[in-house]
C-alpha cells in the first residue's frame, strides 16, 4: 500500500513559477513509477509528466514540455514537479500517483492540490 499527499500548489502570476512536491509512504516507492496529471473544471483529467523508478526516464505531455520538470528522490521518498513560466491554462487540482512495477494503471492517488495561474 502507498499513500501520497501532495503539497505546493497555490496561486501565482502567469509566468511564474511552483514546486510540486509529492510525499509517499510506504518502503515499495523507489520500485514505483510516479506520473503527476491535472484535472480542470469540466475537463477530464489529464497526463503532465511521468518518472521511472530510478528517475532515468520522463515524459511530459506536449503543453509543458520545455516548462515543467518532473523529478525524484528515493530517498526521501518524494516525487517533485517543476513548473516554470505558468500560464492561466494550467490552473487544475494537480494529483501525483503511483505505478507498481509490470503494472499499467496507476492504482495509487494523492488527494490533489490546487493551481491557480491568474493573467
Known amino acids: 500500500q502507498v499513500q501520497l499527499v501532495e503539497s505546493g500548489g497555490g496561486l501565482v502570476q502567469a509566468g511564474g513559477s511552483l514546486r510540486l512536491s509529492c510525499a509517499a509512504s510506504?518502503?515499495?516507492?523507489?520500485?514505483?513509477?510516479m506520473g503527476w496529471f491535472r484535472q480542470s473544471p469540466g475537463k477530464e483529467r489529464e497526463f503532465v509528466a511521468s518518472i521511472s523508478w530510478n528517475g532515468d526516464n520522463t515524459y511530459y505531455t506536449d503543453s509543458v514540455k520545455g516548462r515543467f520538470t518532473i523529478s525524484r528522490d528515493n530517498a526521501k521518498n518524494t516525487v517533485y514537479l517543476q513548473m516554470n513560466n505558468l500560464k492561466p491554462e494550467d490552473t487544475a487540482v494537480y494529483y501525483c500517483?503511483?505505478?507498481?512495477?509490470?503494472?499499467?494503471?496507476?492504482?495509487?492517488w494523492g488527494q490533489g492540490t490546487q493551481v491557480t495561474v491568474s493573467s
Open positions: 510506504g518502503r515499495t516507492f523507489s520500485s514505483f513509477a
Open positions: 500517483a503511483a505505478q507498481a512495477p509490470a503494472r499499467l494503471d496507476y492504482d495509487y
